[in-house]
């Protein structure tokens, strides 16, 4: 089995850049795909990433997705923050039958 | 669109059994083919539960070992959970959801989420 680690939290202002990273433990994190999802308060998941860096229609270009193998980790990127992309995200992946989420990021737009 | 619902006792004593369905609607649940249970409980993050293939195999999170058992019932267009010897450390809320729009095999992201239901585990 493998884990996925994130940062507990993250910050940043309003119109600046974040990347949230999310590192697998043992494993290439290029064997499995990579996706990530958005969960605000009081609202259940939403996909914003999925297969390393596809975005689902209706996500804004702001947010992208990419993975580094020489790092062993996934990364999510949302440029120009709004207010309304203060949620927690987490990145998930997978290996025979076992599926993985990572332990969550809270990214505050202050 | 399809919807999912879950829905179950909000309250089971410990040691007890846990027992939730998802009512799917606006489609047959024969149409996707991989159905999947997730949980989160107070304060921490998303936790798999496990999966059922529309074959029948299913796969569940070693953690939870043989506790949990996933099933579906055609007849009524819904998923099951039961999560069996249940400890304070299963109160969590409860998603179904489902995978479809994003691809179609085992670890495919979810597109579709129940809006989730609170389970207690408590004497």
């Known amino acids: 089995n493998f884990m996925l680690t994130q940062p507990h939290s993250v910050s940043e202002s309003p119109g600046k850049t974040v990347t949230i990273s999310c590192t697998r433990s043992s494993g290439s994190i290029v064997s499995n795909y990579v996706q990530w999802y958005q969960v605000r308060p009081g609202s259940s998941p939403a996909t914003v990433i999925y297969e390393n860096k596809q975005r689902p229609s209706g996500v804004p270009a702001r947010f992208s997705g990419s993975v580094d193998s020489s790092a062993n980790s996934a990364s999510l990127t949302i440029s120009g923050l709004k207010p309304e992309d203060e949620a927690d995200y987490y990145c998930q992946s997978y290996e025979s039958r076992n599926l993985v989420f990572g332990g969550g990021t809270k990214l505050t737009v202050l | 669109q399809v919807q999912l619902q879950e829905s179950g006792p909000r309250l089971v004593q410990p040691s007890g059994t846990l027992s939730l369905t998802c009512a799917v609607s606006s489609d047959s649940i024969r149409n996707t083919n991989w159905w999947k249970w997730v949980r989160q409980s107070p304060g921490k993050g998303l936790e798999w539960i496990g999966e059922?293939?529309?074959?029948?195999?299913?796969h569940y999170n070693p953690s939870l070992g043989s506790r949990v058992t996933i099933s579906v019932d055609k007849s009524k267009n819904q998923l099951s959970l039961k999560l069996t010897s249940v400890t304070a450390a299963d109160t969590a809320l409860y998603y179904c959801?489902?995978?479809?729009?994003?691809?179609?095999?085992?670890?495919?992201?979810?597109?579709?989420w129940g809006r989730g239901t609170m389970v207690t585990v408590s004497s």
């Open positions: 059922l293939y529309h074959t029948g195999e299913t």
């Open positions: 959801a489902r995978v479809g729009a994003y691809g179609d095999y085992f670890g495919a992201p979810f597109d579709i």
